[in-house]
C-alpha cells in the first residue's frame, strides 16, 4: 500500500488532528466524534449547518468548514457513514435558536445515521431540518443507496446554503434554497483507477489496465458500464452528454461547471478536460458564466474525474458568489 | 497509461488552453510561447515577474499567475525547460519601464534558457535581472543541476516578490527580497511512487511495491537513497531532520511549514503528514505561524510529498499575507 499512513484504524483520527493543527484560530475539534466545527460557533444568530458523510472524500467535508460554508463536519470512517451519536452530539454541540440544518448525501447509511440522530437530538430541544443531496446521474439506484447518489454537485447546495445561513436565513429557507440548489445540479463522474482505503491495504476494486469505470460512485461504486480506456475528449464528451442531457441543460442557458478530480489525478490534467468541456458547451450554446476545477469530492487517491453543471439564476449567482473562509489556504 | 490524455504532444497546449478558457477576464493565452500572462500586464507602474520552468508541475507555473503572483509563465512541454525563444518573447511582451524580473528554478537547462533569452531580450532594450531558487537539500548536484535543485520552496519567493511587486517596488529590492526568501527556505521531498510523462506512457523510473525513494527531484531525479517503504511518520521525522538541520532552523524561530502533494498523493494524506510535523516542530521550540497543505509543485501524478520551511521575519510574513488573485480558485 502506497500511502502516508501509521496504523490504519488511525487514520481518520491523524487526518483531524492535522487539520485541527492548521487551523487552531478558526476551528475546533472534537476528538471523541470525529468532529471539526468552527471555532465561533454555535452562534445564536444563524442556522448551524451540518455535515457527515464517510472520510476519503476531502476536502468534503472536514476541509470546507468554515465561514460561509460549513458550521460543522462529523464524518465517519473512510467510507462509512458517521455513527448515529456522532450525528446526535453535532447537532446538541451546534445548536441555535435559528436550528441546525443538516445536509446529507444520499446514502442509506448517511440517511439511516442522520435520520436517528435528527429523532434524537430533537427529543432534546434541538430545531432540526434536512436536504438531501442527489446529484449523480450515472445510476438510479446503487450498492449503498436507494435513489439517486450524492457527490460533487454536494459542493453547490453547501457553498449556497452556507452563504445564506452567514446572512441570517432563517431555517425553511435554507431548505429551500438547498433543494433548489440540488434540483438544478448533475453530476457523472469516472474512474481511470481503483482506490486504495487504509485498512483494506489493497485496492477496493479491479480494473484492468486497459478499462475505465463510466459513472462511477465515490466508494468504488459500479457505474453504467466498464469500457476500453479512451482519450480524454471522448470521456469528457460521454460524462458531459449524460449530464447535460439528465436535467436537461439546453441552448441559452448559464450554467457553473466542474471538473472535479477524485484525488489522484492532476490538476493539468482536469485544466485538459475543463477546456474541452467548455467549448462543447459553448457549442450547444450553453454558457459557462462560473467554473470549478479542481478536488472537491474525491475517493482517496483513485485517478478520475467527475464533471458537474449547475443550472445558474440571480440567487444561486449571489450564493457562489459570496465570500467563504476554509480550512484548506491554498495562496 | 491512465492519464487524461489526447495527443500526448499536445498534452500541454490542451492544458494551457483549460486554463485560459477558465479565466477568461484575467488571463491571456499566447499559444506560440506556451505563454500565460495577466491579461492586464505589461503595467508601467511595476516590475513584471516572470517564471518558465517545465510543466508537469502544476499548479506551478501557469496557474499561478495573477495578481500579487506571477505577470506571466512560459514553460516548456513536460519536464522540459522552456525554448530560448518563449524567454525571449515573454520578456520583450512583458517589458515594463520598471523591468522585468526572471525567477529560476536552478536546472541547468532553464538557466541556459533563461541566460539566453536575457541576453537577447537585453540587446532590445528590455531591463531583466535574475533571481535563481535552490532550497532543495536533498543532493549538491543532480541529474539536471549543477548545485542545488529548486523545488516547492519557489512558491514562498513567488508569494513575497509578486506582493513586493504589486506594491510597486523596484527591480533591485524585488532581487533583494527574493534572493532573502531563497536564502531562509528549504525543501525535502520523497517518492512513493514514479510518475508517468503523457509522451513516454510509461512511469519515468521503476519503484518497487515496498519502495521509496527519499530526497527524490520533482523530475524523479534520484535522491539520496532508496529505502523500504516506511510509515507516515517516520518519513515524516526524516524529511523534517533534513529540512531542519540544513538552513538550521532553531529553538525560537518563527516558521512557515508546507507539506507539498506531488500530484496523485490525496489531501487526507497531506494533513496526516502536517499534523506530524506541527508537532515534531512544536517539540523542537520552533514555531509554526503559518501553514500550507496541499499541491504547490508537483510531479505529474507522483504520489509522494515535500515539506518546505522558511524562517519567518516581519517583511516574509507580510509578503506572504498580502492578498493575491489566482488562476485556480477553488471556493
Known amino acids: 500500500m502506497k500511502k502516508f499512513v501509521n496504523d490504519p484504524r488511525q487514520f481518520v483520527a491523524e487526518m483531524l488532528k492535522g487539520v485541527a493543527l492548521a487551523n487552531p484560530d478558526t ?13 465561533d460557533a454555535p452562534r445564536a444568530d444563524k442556522v448551524s449547518v451540518i455535515q457527515g458523510s464517510g472520510s476519503g472524500h476531502e476536502p468534503a467535508h472536514v476541509m470546507i468548514v468554515g465561514k460561509g460554508m460549513l458550521d460543522a463536519a462529523c464524518p465517519g470512517d473512510v467510507f462509512a457513514a458517521p455513527p448515529m451519536d456522532y450525528v446526535l452530539e ?27 440522530g435528527k429523532e434524537m437530538a430533537e427529543a432534546e430541544g434541538v430545531q432540526i431540518k434536512t436536504v438531501l443531496v442527489d446529484d449523480d446521474v450515472a445510476v438510479a439506484d ?21 452563504a445564506a445561513a452567514e446572512a441570517g436565513a432563517d431555517i425553511d429557507e435554507l431548505v429551500r434554497l438547498g433543494d433548489k440548489v440540488n434540483s438544478v445540479t448533475r453530476t457523472m463522474g469516472m474512474a481511470l483507477t481503483s482506490c486504495t482505503p487504509p485498512a483494506k491495504g489493497s485496492p477496493l476494486f479491479e480494473l484492468g489496465d486497459d478499462e475505465m469505470e463510466i459513472g462511477v460512485g465515490i466508494h ?112
Open 27 to 39: 476551528l475546533r475539534y472534537v476528538p471523541e466524534y470525529n468532529l471539526i466545527m468552527r471555532a
Open 142 to 162: 446503487s450498492t449503498f443507496t436507494i435513489g439517486r447518489r450524492g457527490v460533487a454537485g454536494n459542493f453547490f447546495v453547501i457553498k449556497v446554503v452556507g
Open 90 to 116: 453535532t447537532s446538541k454541540l451546534l445548536a441555535t435558536p435559528k436550528g441546525v440544518l443538516h445536509l446529507i448525501n444520499n446514502y442509506t447509511g448517511d440517511r439511516m445515521a442522520f435520520d436517528m
Open 220 to 331: 468504488g461504486e459500479p457505474g453504467r458500464r466498464r469500457e476500453k480506456l479512451a482519450n480524454a475528449d471522448t470521456i469528457i464528451d460521454e460524462l458531459l452528454e449524460a449530464v447535460v442531457t439528465d436535467l436537461p441543460y439546453e441552448r441559452g442557458d448559464d450554467v457553473a461547471l466542474m471538473i472535479n478530480g477524485l484525488g489522484g489525478t492532476p490538476i493539468g490534467e482536469l485544466y485538459l478536460l475543463y477546456g474541452r468541456a467548455h467549448e462543447q458547451l459553448e457549442a450547444r450554446g450553453i454558457h459557462v458564466r462560473r467554473n470549478y476545477v479542481g478536488e472537491y469530492c474525491t475517493s482517496l487517491d483513485m485517478a478520475g474525474a467527475s464533471l458537474t453543471l449547475v443550472k445558474l439564476d440571480d440567487e444561486i449567482v449571489k450564493g457562489l458568489a459570496a465570500p467563504a473562509e476554509i480550512a484548506i489556504r491554498t495562496f
